[in-house]
């Protein structure tokens, strides 16, 4: 059992940034491949990134790509979620997501072994 803890989320405005970062207190995160997602609102979860336990491989929704990056440091058991040129419709809580296979690739929520309870990210106008 993995549990997966969220932070950085908070509020800032447009056109800013914010780094969220995803541990696993007591466990490890280096052999899974781990997603971040979220969910509006009123709105149903949505993929945002993933990324393999190696780094070497990563995907985007389209709506993220240029802005949003994602990476890991698997010496600190953490995935992080930069969030540049944020825009209101960002607004979101954000959950990370892993699966415990390492080469798996994800690109929504099928396969996902574990989820964190998610931080808030509120962009203003």
């Known amino acids: 059992q993995v549990q997966l803890l969220e932070s950085g989320g908070g509020l800032v405005q447009a056109g800013g940034s914010l780094k969220l970062s995803c541990g696993a207190p007591?466990?490890?995160?280096?052999?899974?491949?781990v997603a971040w997602f979220r969910q509006a609102p009123g709105k149903e979860r949505e993929f945002v990134a993933s990324i393999r336990w190696d780094g070497g491989y990563t995907i985007y929704t389209d709506s993220v790509k240029g802005r949003f990056t994602i990476s890991r440091d698997n010496a600190k058991n953490t995935v992080y979620l930069q969030m540049n040129s944020l825009k209101p419709e960002d607004t979101a809580t954000y959950y990370c997501?892993?699966?415990?296979?390492?080469?798996?690739?994800?690109?929504?929520?099928?396969?996902?072994?574990?989820w964190g309870k998610g931080t808030l990210v509120t962009v203003s106008s």
């Open positions: 997501a892993a699966n415990s296979r390492p080469y798996a690739t994800m690109r929504g929520p099928n396969g996902v072994d574990y």
């Open positions: 007591g466990g490890t995160l280096s052999r899974y491949t």
